[in-house]
Structure formats: C-alpha cells, structure tokens
C-alpha cells in the first residue's frame, strides 16, 4: 500500500520557519510527482508547490504565486522523502499542509493526486 506520511507542521511566529517532510512508501518514488497543497479552513485546497517526475515528468518544480521566493521544494530519493522549506511565513499560511503524488508530471489540481498523506497544521501567529 502506498504512504505518505506528513510531519513538521506547528506554530510559529510571523516571520518564522518550517520544514516540512513528506516520507513515503509503496511507490516507485522516482516515477512521482510529489507535490504540497494546503488548505485553510472553508477554503479549497490549493496547490503550494511540487515537483515533478525526473525519470517520468520534466523533473521542474512549480510554486504558487504565494509560496515563490520563500518556499523551496526539494526530494531526497534515498530517503524518498519530500520537503517543503517555509519562509518568511506569514499568517495566511496558516493552513491544514497535505503532501501528495501523482505519476509523472505536476498538476495544479488536487483531484489528479491519487495518493494523499494526512495533514499537518501549520499555525502562523502575527
């Protein structure tokens, strides 16, 4: 069976850092694409960032106009394990953090993610 499974969420201060991990298993990670989308209450899940397939996909990563410049996305493959770097956050980015995967290449749209984790909350304090 295939798992996602999502940590380092928490609180912190406006201004302040996360990272957050995203390990999986059951799949052939190199064939993913591994993606963060977040979620806040009574709104859609939106795509943050996610990286595409390097063996299967163009191997490009893929921000949303919020997260540029102070999220970073990055993959260990021995560890097939995806991060999500958060900088600079901000209390907007308070949200409920999913970490996803779908074969091959990025997709903006949460309902072509076959594999979901479960989230972690992120809290931003101002």
């Known amino acids: 069976d295939v798992q996602l499974q999502a940590s380092g969420g928490g609180l912190v201060q406006a201004g302040g850092s996360l990272r957050l991990s995203c390990a999986a298993s059951?799949?052939?990670?190199?064939?993913?694409?591994m993606a963060w989308f977040r979620q806040a209450p009574g709104k859609e899940r939106d795509l943050v960032a996610c990286?595409?397939?390097?063996?299967?996909?163009?191997?490009?990563?893929h921000y949303s106009d919020s997260a540029k410049g102070r999220f970073t996305i990055s993959e260990d493959n021995a560890r097939k394990t995806v991060y999500l770097q958060m900088n600079a956050l901000k209390p907007e980015d308070t949200a409920v953090y999913f970490c996803a995967a779908e074969r091959n290449f990025c997709s903006a749209w949460s309902v072509e993610y076959h594999f979901w984790g479960k989230g972690t909350l992120v809290t931003v304090s101002s």
């Open positions: 990286t595409s397939s390097i063996s299967r996909g163009d191997g490009k990563t």
């Open positions: 059951g799949l052939d990670f190199d064939e993913y694409a």
